[in-house]
């Protein structure tokens, strides 16, 4: 621009009926081979860009505005069929462009019906007509009519593409079904049917076009009366229905027929069908998986849909496939991480349990922190990796069980935060795993074993704690020494439930469920009884741990061993597990488990005895040494 000239202001639209013809022939030639209303103001923005004075850039603004107004679909499940023109009004915050319809002047009108009068393309005609109907200019039922019936035009003649035409359809189908229209929804039928006819047998696959169409007829002819159950549906809406799922048989495509057929349809026999053969369509998709991992993801997909809707030889199918999957099939990546932690760093903390006695050593064992490591602590880690991780915030996780099959899914965000912390809680127990392993071990090479018996007096005698849960936690620990991993996990992890129980009865909290109907009268599980518990001063950095091992989303060693699935057990979880007895059982006071002693002893011995030793060296070089692997471990694997 030359120096001192200035830039031309903006300036609002004033209508020029002088300038009507100049400005047909402008949006005619942007209609020439456009296939999309959005393709005709881009061309008119295109060709006015040399326009230099305010009131030529002000007309070109307008005239290009009208054809960036947007035919929006109504969709998802519980949405009903149907099409808006937007934006409306101003009420829709989300979008600044162009104005409302609602928001337009006197003169944008003029403008528009102007050039709805020297139209005579029914795609200009359909959405001008469209555009003063909605802005509810003088006589809008007038507008709404010739809209329709342009909508109807252009979709049966037009040039405008395929999924153009089904919105133009569906908006005409909205306008005529808001105003009564009877005598026009003959010719707006028609015309959906002949498309989806056409979709449903071209060469090219085009859901999008055809499924707000077949939506729209399966909702059925406009009623007698308003509000009427007696709905008509159109002869060929259902051969389309099925049509559409012996096409379209991809699984998101198939749930989406189906979800229609549920919310519009009223016969139950009918919807059996169609809830049949879309769950047909999940399991032959299933079958043609080769990979291991996609393969269980649709088999569990089309297994849960059976299952929802009642269709019980296919869900027995798709069970039986799912189990007979080949685990060679399964693409696992091992995802291996070092640390750069000293020998002589675990040596020197091990060095602590070179005690003259054995005892002396179990004093040391019985006082190590949660091996799970601060709930808060760990909390506060998962809420960042979540917050850094892109992967972490758009994609869910699957997690399998120790059976090889998908045991949950993670896809909101409290459930991605529940599975990060099991995961940071996880690589914890391994980490302290092998160090308390390694302690029991070294006990056993210093010292003489004693006898269960010994073991068990000295443990009533130095804790005063239960003696049947002191007798468990004694032979839990000789069978460890013994090398018997599986038989020390299968005795010590019920008795770890029955301390907590007991301690629970103990303290008289109601935690039994009477009968009820048909579910006997029966005490609750660990994952109810451990929030009680800290109720009266447990430490929720044990209950953490306790949780993390025995039940899900952690090791869930628990379930795991009581329906046989623990075919082996080595010395680090078995470590573990003994860890998580003790606490318990060294807490309970004497005779707990026949509710012999005091409410009060039971709250003093939560309220002290966590807290023994948490000052001490021993302590302290845990902590520091378990953060530090857990530190290394953790990141090197969110790395990867």
């Not at 969709?75 to 600044?96: H, K, V, W």
């Not at 080769?290 to 569990?300: N, Q, V, Y």
Request: with cysteine; proline share 5%.
């Amino acid at each position: 621009m030359p120096v001192g000239e200035e830039e031309p202001k903006a300036v609002s639209y004033s209508y020029n009926e002088g300038r009507i013809d100049a400005v047909r022939s402008l949006v005619s030639e942007a209609f020439q081979g456009a296939t999309s209303y959005y393709e005709i103001g881009s061309k008119i923005f295109s060709a006015g860009a040399s326009a230099t004075t305010p009131e030529a850039q002000a007309e070109i603004r307008e005239v290009a505005s009208t054809f960036y107004y947007r035919i929006h679909l109504e969709r998802g499940n519980d949405a009903r069929p149907g099409a808006s023109l937007e934006p409306l009004n101003d009420e829709n915050s989300s979008r600044f462009w162009p104005r409302p319809i609602r928001a337009t002047d006197a003169d944008v009108r003029k403008l528009w019906n102007a050039l709805l009068e020297a139209s005579g393309e029914p795609e200009l005609q359909g959405i001008l007509a469209d555009l003063l109907f909605s802005a509810r200019h003088p006589k809008p039922h007038l507008y709404a009519r010739q809209a329709v019936e342009a909508y109807v035009r252009a979709a049966t003649e037009g040039q405008f593409s395929r999924l153009h035409k089904s919105e133009m359809l569906v908006r005409a189908w909205s306008i005529l079904r808001s105003l009564n229209l009877r005598d026009l929804e003959a010719s707006v039928e028609q015309a959906m049917t002949k498309s989806v006819s056409a979709t449903l047998t071209a060469d090219v696959s085009a859901p999008g076009s055809c499924f707000p169409l077949l939506r729209c007829l399966l909702e059925g002819r406009m009623g007698g009366k308003r509000g009427s159950k007696d709905v008509e549906l159109p002869p060929e809406a259902v051969d389309f229905l099925f049509a559409a799922l012996e096409r379209y048989k991809t699984d998101y495509l198939s749930l989406q027929l189906a979800d229609m057929a549920r919310g519009h349809l009223k016969d139950s026999a009918l919807i059996d069908r169609v809830l049949r053969k879309a769950a047909a369509n999940l399991l032959e998709q299933a079958t043609q998986e080769t990979s291991g991992h996609i393969k269980t993801f649709r088999l569990e997909q089309a297994a849960k849909f059976a299952r929802r809707f009642h269709l019980e030889d296919i869900h027995a199918e798709c069970v039986r496939m799912l189990q007979a999957v080949d685990p060679s099939s399964f693409e696992w990546i091992t995802i291996r991480a070092s640390s750069s932690l000293r020998p002589s760093d675990i040596e020197s903390y091990l060095r602590t349990f070179d005690r003259p006695e054995l005892i002396e050593a179990l004093v040391l064992f019985f006082e190590t922190p949660a091996p799970s490591g601060s709930r808060e602590q760990n909390e506060k880690l998962a809420k960042e990796i979540i917050d850094n991780s892109l992967a972490s915030r758009i994609m869910g996780t699957a997690t399998y069980g120790a059976h090889g099959l998908p045991q949950k899914s993670y896809n909101t965000d409290e459930e991605k935060l529940e599975h990060q912390l099991n995961t940071i809680e996880n690589i914890a127990l391994r980490t302290q795993g092998i160090i308390l392993s390694a302690a029991l071990d070294r006990m056993a090479d210093v010292h003489a074993i004693p006898e269960t018996e010994v073991l068990h007096i000295w443990l009533m005698e130095a804790y005063g704690s239960d003696p049947g849960l002191c007798m468990s936690l004694a032979q839990s620990l000789s069978l460890y020494w013994q090398g018997n991993y599986i038989a020390c996990a299968q005795l010590a992890m019920p008795r770890i439930e029955a301390a907590i129980r007991s301690l629970l009865l103990l303290l008289n909290e109601p935690i039994y469920r009477v009968e009820e109907e048909k579910s006997p009268g029966q005490f609750p599980g660990l994952g109810f009884m451990l929030p009680q518990l800290e109720k009266y001063g447990f430490d929720p950095d044990w209950s953490s741990f306790i949780r993390a091992l025995l039940l899900t989303p952690g090791r869930n060693l628990r379930n795991l061993g009581a329906h046989g699935f623990l075919q082996d057990i080595d010395n680090q979880t078995a470590a573990l597990i003994i860890r998580a007895l003790a606490i318990v059982a060294l807490l309970a006071p004497e005779e707990t488990s026949k509710k012999a002693s005091a409410t009060q002893a039971a709250q003093d011995a939560l309220s002290a005895r966590l807290h023994v030793g948490r000052g001490k060296l021993f302590d302290r070089l845990l902590i520091n040494l378990g953060s530090r692997i857990n530190k290394i471990l953790l990141m090197r694997s969110v790395g990867k």
